[in-house]
């Protein structure tokens, strides 16, 4: 960088960046000084800037923030407890998004890819820059209407067989519906097992408006009675609703706003096609809860005292554990709700990289991550829970902050409880 490069200000920045990106900062900076915020983000009024004149002249424009809190609690919230089973998340339009800094489901494993403007990134990493993120963060500078995006995602280290979480959080509507469209074909052709979105949407009377510093930016809508079929055409089997049925008592839009949110068509034939295979185990008896946690239980202490022999134990109950797995899995028609327990519980743990090759962290991780897996599965057998429910459950919330093959005995103590 030259020396009148060096001279550029953080002021200067803030003239140059998309005004609609700070104004999201400027919300989440707002929410965080609440007494009890949804969200809380601690970079977010520094990546604001100064906003004071602007929210003293449009005090209705910032006061109508409720939305994009609403947005970004779903995500961190409903979607966010999968992201450890996903070695990469892609943010397609992240703004000044902060969640490598600030969520903890986010660890040294994920690579976190932000793609936006070069201004954005640029702006952003200043502000940043002596900030240390929880995971490896990859901030990619392009034009998605321009350029061949994905060949420059592959080309800042994206992988396209690795299990990918895709979010397009306030982005869809800014952009061409048939740019769209493509991006959606493109990312749910790509090889990984697990491909997984959130989007969310306007409505064709809000893209109508032309008012406003975001919808009169929006380019297009859809009615929620068409949303399947126009992801369904682009490779992908969605869920969606209302933002306004996760409010709040939030003002987010009177039924003008949908999340969406799903798999690629390519995940969900896997899944099926390990259905079909295991058509013959449909009527395998049910297995002894308190045996199979007394299992779980002795593999959790000898992996801790000696992890070569757990190891050696956990293969083995693998083998004897996965046909009851896919046959619950197989007897449900909500596999989404099956991925809220655990994404894990969704594909064969052997059809991933062989355990033997994985380094000694990610030996730890497999372990915990299935041990935990099954014994949510069991918890939510026994409670008849799916898996929104079960996210709301006190069990689940106690192991968000213990996840090691240590915590594994406290979890089973809670289970054993219910049976």
């Given at each position: 960088?030259?020396?009148?490069?060096d001279?550029?200000?953080?002021?200067?920045?803030?003239?140059?960046?998309?005004?609609?990106?700070?104004?999201?900062?400027?919300?989440?900076a707002?929410e965080?000084?609440?007494?009890?915020?949804?969200?809380?983000?601690?970079?977010?009024?520094?990546?604001?800037g100064?906003?004071?004149?602007?929210?003293k002249?449009?005090?209705?424009?910032?006061?109508s923030?409720?939305?994009?809190?609403?947005?970004?609690?779903?995500?961190?919230?409903?979607?966010?407890?999968?992201?450890?089973?996903?070695?990469?998340?892609?943010?397609?339009?992240?703004?000044?998004?902060?969640?490598?800094?600030?969520?903890?489901?986010?660890?040294?494993?994920?690579?976190?890819?932000?793609?936006?403007?070069?201004?954005?990134?640029q702006?952003?990493?200043?502000?940043?820059?002596?900030?240390?993120?929880?995971?490896?963060?990859?901030?990619?500078?392009?034009?998605?209407?321009?350029?061949?995006?994905?060949?420059?995602?592959?080309?800042?280290?994206?992988?396209?067989?690795?299990?990918?979480?895709?979010?397009?959080?306030?982005?869809a509507?800014?952009?061409?519906?048939?740019?769209?469209?493509?991006?959606?074909?493109?990312i749910?052709?790509?090889?990984?097992?697990?491909?997984?979105?959130?989007v969310?949407?306007c409505?064709?009377?809000?893209?109508?408006?032309?008012?406003?510093?975001?919808?009169?930016?929006?380019?297009?809508?859809?009615?929620?009675?068409?949303?399947?079929?126009?992801?369904?055409?682009?490779?992908?089997?969605?869920?969606?609703?209302?933002?306004?049925?996760?409010?709040?008592?939030?003002?987010?839009?009177?039924?003008?706003?949908?999340?969406?949110?799903?798999?690629?068509?390519k995940?969900?034939?896997?899944?099926?096609?390990?259905?079909?295979?295991?058509?013959?185990?449909?009527?395998?008896?049910?297995?002894?809860?308190?045996?199979?946690?007394?299992?779980?239980?002795?593999?959790?202490?000898?992996?801790?005292?000696?992890?070569?022999?757990?190891?050696?134990?956990?293969?083995?109950?693998?083998?004897?554990?996965?046909?009851?797995?896919?046959?619950?899995?197989?007897?449900?028609?909500?596999l989404?709700?099956?991925?809220?327990?655990?994404?894990?519980?969704?594909?064969?743990?052997?059809?991933?990289?062989?355990?033997?090759?994985?380094?000694?962290e990610?030996?730890?991780?497999?372990?915990?991550?299935?041990?935990?897996?099954?014994?949510?599965?069991?918890?939510?057998?026994?409670?008849?829970?799916?898996?929104?429910?079960?996210?709301?459950?006190?069990?689940?919330?106690?192991?968000?902050?213990?996840?090691?093959?240590?915590?594994?005995?406290?979890?089973?103590?809670?289970?054993?409880?219910?049976?």
């Amino acid at each position: 960088m030259d020396k009148d490069s060096d001279e550029i200000t953080i002021d200067a920045y803030e003239h140059a960046i998309p005004f609609t990106a700070r104004l999201i900062a400027y919300y989440r900076a707002q929410e965080s000084k609440l007494e009890n915020p949804l969200i809380v983000d601690p970079y977010a009024e520094q990546l604001a800037g100064d906003l004071q004149t602007y929210a003293k002249e449009h005090k209705r424009t910032v006061g109508s923030g409720d939305y994009a809190i609403i947005r970004a609690h779903y995500v961190d919230n409903r979607l966010a407890e999968s992201w450890s089973d996903f070695l990469q998340i892609v943010i397609l339009g992240a703004g000044l998004d902060t969640r490598a800094y600030r969520h903890s489901a986010l660890d040294g494993d994920n690579t976190l890819f932000e793609i936006d403007f070069p201004i954005i990134n640029q702006y952003k990493g200043e502000i940043l820059k002596n900030e240390v993120p929880l995971c490896h963060v990859v901030r990619l500078s392009l034009d998605f209407s321009t350029t061949n995006w994905m060949k420059e995602l592959s080309k800042a280290g994206f992988v396209d067989n690795l299990d990918t979480f895709w979010i397009l959080e306030g982005f869809a509507y800014y952009l061409d519906k048939d740019i769209i469209s493509s991006i959606l074909k493109e990312i749910a052709g790509i090889e990984a097992d697990e491909n997984r979105i959130f989007v969310d949407l306007c409505v064709p009377a809000l893209a109508e408006m032309e008012y406003g510093p975001f919808a009169r930016h929006f380019k297009w809508g859809l009615k929620k009675e068409d949303v399947h079929a126009f992801f369904a055409a682009s490779g992908w089997d969605v869920t969606c609703s209302y933002a306004d049925d996760f409010d709040h008592g939030r003002d987010v839009g009177q039924r003008g706003l949908i999340f969406v949110d799903g798999i690629s068509y390519k995940t969900r034939n896997a899944i099926l096609q390990q259905q079909k295979e295991i058509e013959v185990l449909s009527n395998i008896i049910e297995p002894d809860y308190n045996k199979v946690l007394c299992e779980i239980e002795t593999i959790a202490q000898l992996y801790t005292n000696e992890p070569e022999k757990g190891m050696v134990l956990y293969v083995e109950f693998l083998k004897e554990i996965t046909p009851y797995i896919k046959t619950r899995v197989q007897s449900t028609e909500d596999l989404w709700s099956i991925g809220r327990i655990s994404s894990r519980l969704l594909r064969d743990p052997f059809l991933r990289d062989p355990i033997k090759e994985l380094t000694k962290e990610e030996q730890e991780a497999h372990v915990a991550g299935y041990l935990r897996a099954i014994i949510f599965l069991i918890y939510c057998q026994v409670q008849d829970l799916n898996g929104s429910q079960f996210i709301q459950t006190q069990v689940y919330k106690e192991s968000l902050d213990n996840t090691g093959v240590t915590s594994i005995p406290h979890l089973i103590g809670k289970v054993r409880k219910v049976l």
